[in-house]
Structure formats: C-alpha cells, structure tokens
C-alpha cells in the first residue's frame, strides 16, 4: 500500500509565482479594505467593485505560472497517495499535475449563483459584471469565500488528514488557523514536515522536520528527502 501525503499550502507557495498576497507592498490589496472587496456586505453594496477587484485577480493568474514547489508536489502523486489542501485560490497546482486538490477558500477560475452557492461554473474569460445571471436567475458571483463566511470544505480537508503519514505544509508559519489546526490534527504517528522561511512553533518542534526556505527552494529539497527514503519512520 502506497503512503500517504497530505499537503497544506499557504500563500507563500504562491508567493514566489508572483501572485500577489493581502500583504505584499504594491499588491491587489494595497489599495483596498478587505471590507471594501472581500466580504458578502461590500458585495450587496457594491457590487460593480468587487467583481472589477476579482477580475483582476482572475486575469492575473494569464501571467504566473506554477514554480519549482507546484511541480514538486505534483511529482510525488507517482509515488505516494497525495491530497492537497490549500488556502490559495488561485489555479497553480491545477496547473502543475495534482489532481487531488481541496480549496479552502474557492477558486477564481469559477463562479456561482447567488442563489444557489452549490452550483459552479467557469468563470467567463471576461470576468464578471452586474447583471451576468447564472441560469437560475441568480447573479454571478465569483467562488471565493469571503470574510464572514463558513468554509464549506473544512470537514472535507479534516477527513482527507485521516490515515496521513506525512503532513507536508507550504509557506505558512503555522501562527494561524486553519493551518495550525492541521497540524494539531494529524494522528501522532504523522510525520509533520514544514516548508516556511520563518520560525517554527514551540509546541510543534519536536514533531517537524523544518526546512526554512522559501517554498521554490524547499519543497524540492523536501521532495527529494521523501522520494530516496530520508524521511521514513
């Protein structure tokens, strides 16, 4: 029986695509409150721009492309059972080969109807405007979940986390939820293996094995520690 590999990636995976987070300088976000774009209230009140933010996030995602970490976790489906979950909501690992992906967060690739959030579809090439109705009659709005709303896909994330034996996490600090939950999470015989410049919390540094690089640099090393059986036991 193959082992397991579960994969927990923040936003420094993305980070070093190009995708511009919350707090880069310059960034989408540097220009806006996150209750301006990022909540269902700034979309009831003004809708026109939320919908022109993510379409530029959308049209964003034409120009990067998936780096050295996408595609080393895309690798390791050759040879162990893989489950990616992930904060980001960009299409990167897509992008790269994986094919067991859970987003946290949804996707700018797709959108869905206000009246019915279970119901997705492409988002258009064009990005979304006012007045673009799903078939049901709903407005169109992109699959992101913003501030205020539930994660649909934690308890499918927590059930994947079953049964790992390795719990690789990727370019988050696991300073905040819901990644420091993953990791409390994991069975104790999990193997927790961290991807992440900075430090590794207290309680967690006799679990780990911390490779403190940036995603692009450490996860092949990571990947390469798994595949010649460095890290087994």
Request: proline share 7%.
């Amino acid at each position: 029986m193959r082992r397991k590999i579960t994969v927990f990636t923040g936003a420094g995976v993305s980070a070093d695509s190009g995708i511009q987070t919350f707090r880069d300088a310059g960034g989408l976000w540097e220009n806006f409150r996150i209750e301006e774009v990022a909540t269902p209230e700034a979309f009831a009140e003004n809708p026109k721009k939320v919908l022109d933010f993510y379409n530029r996030r959308f049209e964003q995602l034409k120009e990067v492309e998936p780096n050295a970490a996408h595609h080393a976790i895309a690798e390791l489906e050759k040879h162990f059972e893989v489950v990616v979950i992930t904060q980001n909501v960009d299409n990167l690992h897509e992008r790269a080969g994986s094919s067991r992906i859970i987003h946290l967060h949804g996707e700018l690739s797709k959108c869905r109807s206000t009246y019915n959030p279970g119901k997705l579809y492409p988002m258009p090439p064009q990005g979304l405007k006012p007045g673009d109705l799903a078939p049901d009659g709903g407005q169109l709005r992109p699959h992101i979940v913003w501030f205020g709303e539930l994660v649909p896909a934690m308890d499918e994330a927590a059930e994947a986390m079953l049964g790992s034996d390795y719990l690789m996490i990727v370019g988050t600090s696991l300073q905040v939820y819901p990644a420091a939950g993953l990791a409390y999470m994991a069975d104790p015989s999990c193997r927790i293996l961290l991807v992440d410049p900075a430090e590794a919390p207290s309680d967690l540094i006799n679990r780990l094995k911390h490779y403190q690089y940036k995603a692009a640099i450490g996860v092949p090393k990571c990947v390469e520690d798994l595949l010649e059986g460095r890290l087994h036991g």
